[in-house]
């Protein structure tokens, strides 16, 4: 049951040109979303967020969009950077209970300097 | 913001034994997680723990699992008998709202 998904494992992208990830959810009781990234042997950290009220949101270089309608939500790093390397998780959780976050799958971010 | 620490960082173990892995939030928060990944997949939530209580688990969670708060400060997760399949990187997450949940660096668990 894979309610958030990640379909690109991989993506490459040339430094200060535009990394875009993008995650798709199925379940429409989503009401915010997160972007994490990853690096080996750490714990996810936490990088941008966005409530389902809104359709974008802005932090620095990373911009997070979401498209209710599509069930869609993209993350846009400009310019991308060699640190940016990582895996990067969307996540999603339901505004009621004990906001459990469901992840997607990941993709791994490569930027080439 | 100070995420939480967990102990050990890897913990090698015999199939069947039992395991404790522990987190140490850096301040008091009222939600605490468990979660799991196992090697190349997604992170895998387990439980939550609000109130020194279990909120809500997962399937995944079942009777070989547990977590308390023993002193008040350390959060645990016991696997009572381990198994080949529990091999994975187990992360703590803290958190004070509904919004963003803060990662603890995890404890690799590998069982032989």
């Known amino acids: 049951d894979q309610q958030v998904k990640q379909n690109s494992p991989s993506l490459s992208v040339q430094e200060g040109r535009i990394s875009i990830l993008n995650c798709d959810y199925t379940?429409?009781?989503?009401?915010?979303f997160l972007w994490y990234k990853k690096y080996p042997a750490e714990g996810p950290t936490f990088l941008i967020s966005i409530s389902s009220i809104k359709d974008k949101n802005e932090d620095g270089r990373f911009t997070v969009f979401l498209n209710k309608s599509a069930k869609h939500l993209s993350l846009h790093i400009v310019p991308s950077q060699p640190g940016d390397s990582a895996v990067y998780f969307c996540a999603a959780t339901a505004g009621t209970g004990t906001y459990k976050y469901i992840f997607g799958t990941g993709t791994r971010l490569k930027v080439l300097a | 913001e100070p995420e939480v620490t967990q102990t050990p960082s890897h913990q090698v173990t015999q199939m069947g034994q039992e395991v404790i892995l522990r987190c140490v939030p850096i301040s008091n928060h009222l939600y605490f997680y468990w979660y799991r990944q196992i090697l190349g997949q997604k992170v895998e939530f387990l439980v939550s723990f609000y109130n020194n209580e279990i909120s809500e688990k997962s399937e995944i969670f079942d009777d070989q699992f547990s977590v308390e708060r023993p002193d008040g400060s350390n959060f645990t997760l016991k696997i009572r008998s381990t198994k080949l399949e529990d091999s994975a990187m187990y992360f703590c997450a803290r958190a004070t709202l509904y919004n963003e949940q803060f990662f603890g660096p995890g404890t690799r668990l590998t069982v032989l």
């Open positions: 379940n429409s009781m989503f009401d915010y």
